[in-house]
């Protein structure tokens, strides 16, 4: 969970206001699942590696839209 503890602090740092709402929503989204994982005592190693792995993709594609 330290690595999704760590992404998401890194996202909520973000501005969101420099990129486009479209994928800034659809960031915050997986963000909000993000910490439910991690308030979860429960979460399995699957839901927590999903989450981090579907939260660094919605970052790759809001940097890639900001650019492209």
């Known amino acids: 969970k330290a690595q999704l503890i760590k ?3 890194i996202i909520n740092a ?3 206001s420099k990129y486009k ?3 800034w929503s659809a960031l915050q989204s ?3 699942k993000a ?3 991690i308030a979860d005592e429960n979460a ?3 839901e ?3 989450s981090y792995n579907k ?3 919605e970052q790759v594609l809001r940097v890639k839209n900001l650019f492209f």
Do not use: A, H, Q, R
């Open 55 to 57: 939260l660094i993709k």
């Open 44 to 46: 399995m190693e699957s």
């Open 21 to 23: 709402p479209s994928t």
């Open 14 to 16: 973000l501005d969101g």
């Open 35 to 37: 910490n439910k994982v």
């Open 30 to 32: 997986e963000l909000e």
């Open 48 to 50: 927590v590696k999903d």
């Open 7 to 9: 992404l998401v602090g």
